[in-house]
C-alpha cells in the first residue's frame, strides 16, 4: 500500500487495478522523479473526456497490445495527467474524480474546491 497521502489528507487510495494503472502501473495514481507527466488525478472515465483527449493528441481509447494496454472505455478509473485534466476542464470536458485516490501533489495546480465540485 501507498505511504502517500491523497488531496483529503488521508492514505492514497488504489485507483484501479483493472484496467492497471498509474505511473508505475501498482493501481495508485503515485508519482516520483521520473513521473514527468504526474499521472496525479484518479478520473472515471466518460465518452466525452475519452474523444476531447484523442482530439488532443492522447489516444486512450484504442487498444495498444505492444503495451499491455487495452484501450479505456467509459467507466474505467485511471491515472490521468494533472495537465490534462486542466485543459479538460478549462474545455468543459473534464470527467469525475476520486478524491480518495488522487494524489496530494495535484493540489498545487488545482484547488481542492475544484475537485470536489468534479467528485464521483
Known amino acids: 500500500m501507498s505511504q502517500s497521502r491523497n488531496v483529503l489528507g488521508e492514505e492514497l487510495a488504489p485507483c484501479s487495478l483493472d484496467p492497471l494503472?498509474?505511473?508505475y502501473r501498482d493501481g495508485c495514481c503515485?508519482?516520483?522523479?521520473?513521473?514527468?507527466g504526474r499521472h496525479l488525478v484518479c478520473a472515471v472515465m466518460t465518452d466525452d473526456f475519452l474523444a476531447f483527449s484523442k482530439a488532443g493528441g492522447?489516444?486512450?481509447?484504442t487498444p495498444r497490445p505492444e503495451y499491455r494496454f487495452a484501450g479505456l472505455k467509459a467507466g474505467d478509473q485511471w491515472c490521468l495527467c494533472l495537465e490534462r485534466w486542466k485543459e479538460a476542464h478549462k474545455a468543459g470536458?473534464?470527467?469525475?474524480v476520486i478524491l480518495n485516490a488522487t494524489h496530494i501533489m495535484a493540489l498545487e495546480r488545482v484547488p481542492l474546491d475544484v475537485l470536489k465540485a468534479f467528485e464521483a
Request: hydrophobic content about 15%; charged content about 20%.
Open 58 to 61: 492522447n489516444d486512450l481509447s
Open 30 to 36: 503515485e508519482t516520483g522523479p521520473s513521473d514527468h
Open 93 to 96: 470536458h473534464a470527467p469525475k
Open 21 to 23: 494503472t498509474g505511473f
